[in-house]
């Protein structure tokens, strides 16, 4: 249904600073009827490529095809194709929120009949009755992300498309929503979102792709992604481990035991060891090794592998140290913009 083959894109010129490339060589297949995730980081591209889909952007180079149509030849034709709800919730505070999709159905140029019954029934599915009729500036942020969703649904699209739709949600409107998102795919819609959230994707997702600066590192079910790393996943901190070059003196010495596949410094849990081991018995050998080496074992956990330690394997390292990596370089530049003030 959505086929995105090589695409790139970068935003500045390069005469003040370096431009900055948000994506490169993305290549993407979406089947029909499926509801596929997007998962990475922000900053990853996700958005971007979301933008450039919904005919928002333009790419630098590349093609994009939504259901057999040319979206960069034809965009008026996809966006009839497409629903669109974006991370950023915008919603006139005056208007009700029976006032704001009516006008949103006016703009898709609706007969008032069939605007009117669609809206009932997405008031049904969402479960909005009890406060539709309110001033939208009245609304909780749970409420506001339904109405969203509920305008992208309004012309009946063929394609779902919503970035990070659960984002500072509480846990009721995020199931209600991951219902909803349920209810679509199996009427036959394609659902395509994008998520920082590991547990939103491998929840939902029937097929995902995980992208890390601006391409697609791994792509598959959530099912296949996690079977195709084999073995256990095992977390570990030992006492010594106060700065990251303890936590990299250990990591060598663990490098080195048989049944060990891979080992990763997480640095958003204290210098913490993520490992990939192929069998039980690689634990017991872990402790002997560390006990001889004068470093007792202070918390230890195993689990099965999870959609976090797929995108460990692709990187090297967790999700959340690529998020807290983003971070920090957005406040290392905020703050040399304000030095430069």
């Not at 009117?116 to 939208?136: F, K, P, S």
């Amino acid at each position: 249904m959505i086929e995105l083959q090589h695409l790139s894109k970068r935003y500045g010129s390069g005469k003040k600073s370096p431009p900055v490339v948000a994506l490169q060589d993305l290549t993407l297949s979406v089947p029909q009827g499926s509801l596929y995730g997007l998962l990475g980081p922000n900053g990853a591209g996700k958005t971007t490529a979301l933008r450039i889909l919904c005919t928002l952007l333009a790419p630098d180079s590349g093609t994009v095809t939504v259901g057999g149509l040319d979206a960069l030849l034809n965009p008026r034709g996809v966006r009839r194709l497409l629903g669109y709800v974006a991370q950023e919730v915008a919603i006139d505070k005056i208007l009700t929120g029976r006032e704001l999709l009516q006008l949103q159905g006016d703009l898709y140029h609706l007969p008032r009949a069939q605007r009117d019954g669609r809206i009932g029934d997405l008031i049904e599915l969402l479960g909005m009755a009890e406060w539709i009729d309110r001033r939208c500036g009245t609304y909780s942020g749970g409420m506001r992300r339904r109405l969203d969703l509920a305008a992208g649904l309004l012309h009946n699209p063929s394609v779902l498309v919503l970035d990070e739709p659960t984002v500072g949600l509480d846990i009721e409107s995020r199931a209600a929503i991951w219902q909803v998102l349920r209810q679509l795919r199996d009427q036959g819609t394609t659902v395509l979102l994008s998520s920082h959230y590991l547990e939103e994707v491998d929840a939902l997702a029937d097929q995902l792709a995980i992208i890390e600066n601006g391409t697609v590192i791994a792509a598959g079910s959530p099912t296949a992604l996690k079977a195709a790393l084999g073995g256990d996943r095992v977390t570990l901190r030992v006492r010594e481990f106060s700065s990251e070059e303890e936590a990299r003196r250990v990591q060598g010495l663990l490098q080195g035991c048989a049944g060990v596949r891979q080992v990763v410094i997480n640095q958003s849990q204290g210098f913490s060891l993520n490992l990939v081991i192929e069998h039980d018995n690689v634990v017991e050998q872990l402790r002997r090794q560390l006990a001889e080496a004068d470093l007792p074992v202070f918390a230890l956990s195993q689990s099965r592998p999870s959609l976090d330690d797929v995108y460990l394997q692709a990187t090297g390292r967790t999700l959340m140290d690529a998020e807290l990596a983003v971070a920090g370089s957005r406040d290392a530049k905020a703050e040399r913009q304000q030095n430069m003030r």
